[in-house]
């Protein structure tokens, strides 16, 4: 839900009050007040009740808000003529008494429509065009870019060593440029090059062609008896090397985007950092 415009309520104690705020979620964590990121909490008018209905013979809570479609708060979407996913997740308790602490929710979902005409379509959900990015993603560089290299670095007395280390790129470069598409259908095919993240994943995606297209000039061009490698080939395998290490600091600005990456994930990409190093090294 990063990068939501985000609406949370609940009753209070009493079963009658309501308790409403207006939020935006920057990461993969509690969304943060609009007020305190130095926003404006846009709600005009809000009501809600919780009360018992006979045909489910369950507690039903039920909030209604109202706020411009417009507010002019960067940290508010705004709602015009397109489609929107509209997200809802609601948790087991219907009240709450005192200080409130917004933990994972029980029951979740999302919708893609139009506020504005009510009429919805269906395409890849943006949140798993995002996963599927980042997975692939993490399987290129994590494990197939190493792979590669440790092939063919340390395993050159492998008679089979060679077409392991081209099919392990081979089958990165085509994970990459799926990946890439992903993302681009994510955004609308808005990527914007202002972000640390996009900027440096695109650079990656176009030195990524240039190394492989260097790899293949030097396998149709391979000369056994050369001792010294070639210019060409030098620049592979450090353009190679030089990938890898860019891939770092770009998997972890995505992460730092899109997950709780210090609850999760850090010592798991700290370790991968670490033998990335020593096996380039």
């Known amino acids: 839900m990063a990068g939501a415009d985000i609406i949370v ?20 964590v509690e969304p943060s007040l609009d007020l305190a990121l130095g926003g404006v909490n846009n709600i005009i008018e809000s009501s809600g009740s919780l009360a018992f209905e006979s045909n489910t013979q369950q507690y039903v809570t039920k909030i209604t808000f109202s706020r411009k479609l417009d507010t002019g708060d960067i ?24 200080d409130v602490q917004i933990l994972k929710e029980v029951n979740h979902g999302y919708l893609e429509l139009n506020l504005l005409n009510g009429c919805f379509s269906w395409k890849p959900p943006t949140y798993l065009l995002f996963r599927g990015h980042g997975i692939m993603m993490l399987i290129s560089w994590l494990f197939l870019s190493i792979f590669g290299l440790i092939s063919k670095r340390y395993l050159r007395s492998w008679s089979f060593s060679l077409h392991v280390h081209i099919g392990s790129q081979i089958f ?10 992903f993302i681009l259908g994510a955004l609308d095919w808005n990527l914007k090059l ?30 056994p008896s050369r001792i010294k490698p070639s210019i060409r080939d030098f620049l592979h395998q450090w353009l190679g090397r030089a ?13 730092w985007r899109f997950v709780d990456i210090w609850r999760m994930s850090s010592v798991v990409l700290g370790l991968w950092a ?8």
């Not at 990165?172 to 598409?181: D, E, G, S, Y």
């Not at 990938?243 to 992460?255: Q, R």
């Open 9 to 28: 309520g609940w009753i209070n104690g009493d079963g009658q009050t309501l308790t409403i705020s207006d939020r935006f979620a920057e990461r993969k």
């Open 75 to 98: 940290w508010d979407m705004v709602i015009s003529d397109k489609n929107l996913y509209v997200l809802w997740a609601y948790g087991d308790d219907h009240s709450v008494l005192g």
């Open 172 to 181: 990165k470069l085509l994970l990459i440029l799926v990946a890439f598409l």
């Open 194 to 223: 202002s972000a640390a993240h996009n900027a440096l994943g695109f650079i990656i995606i176009l030195l990524t062609l240039v190394e492989h297209l260097l790899g293949f000039l030097s396998s149709i061009k391979n000369d």
């Open 243 to 255: 990938l890898i290490l860019i891939s770092v600091p770009t998997i972890f600005l995505g992460l």
């Open 274 to 281: 670490g033998i990335t190093i020593i096996t380039i090294i």
